[in-house]
């Protein structure tokens, strides 16, 4: 078992940046392969970024590549996704994912067993 707490979001105006955590407890974080989603006003869930147990493979969607970067500090149990460049359509509760052990398919939520509750990220035009 392992719980996920995220934090970091707010209100942010466009062009600007927040770095979201993703804190774990129970197994130690570097036996999980982590992602992140997001879920804006009546929108579905989607895919933002995953990462490997070792942090040596990592997927974007294409709606953030080049502006988030998704790490992990396993020795700190916790996962970032750094955000710059926001946009309002980046407006969305973001939640923090995990599966034990590797998986190929970062994009796909049924890959996850286990999610946080989310944190709320607003930007303003």
């Known amino acids: 078992q392992v719980q996920l707490v995220e934090s970091g979001g707010g209100l942010v105006q466009a062009g600007g940046s927040l770095r979201l955590s993703c804190a774990a407890s129970g197994r130690t974080v570097s036996s999980y392969t982590m992602g992140w989603f997001r879920q804006g006003p009546g929108k579905e869930r989607e895919f933002v970024a995953g990462i490997s147990r070792s942090g040596d493979s990592i997927y974007y969607a294409d709606a953030v590549k080049g502006r988030f970067t998704i790490s992990r500090d396993n020795a700190k149990n916790t996962v970032y996704l750094q955000m710059n460049s926001l946009k309002p359509e980046d407006t969305a509760v973001y939640y923090c994912?995990?599966?034990?052990?590797?998986?190929?398919?970062?994009?796909?939520?049924?890959?996850?067993?286990?999610w946080g509750q989310g944190t709320q990220v607003t930007v303003s035009s």
């Open positions: 994912a995990a599966v034990l052990g590797a998986f190929q398919y970062y994009r796909d939520y049924r890959t996850y067993d286990y």
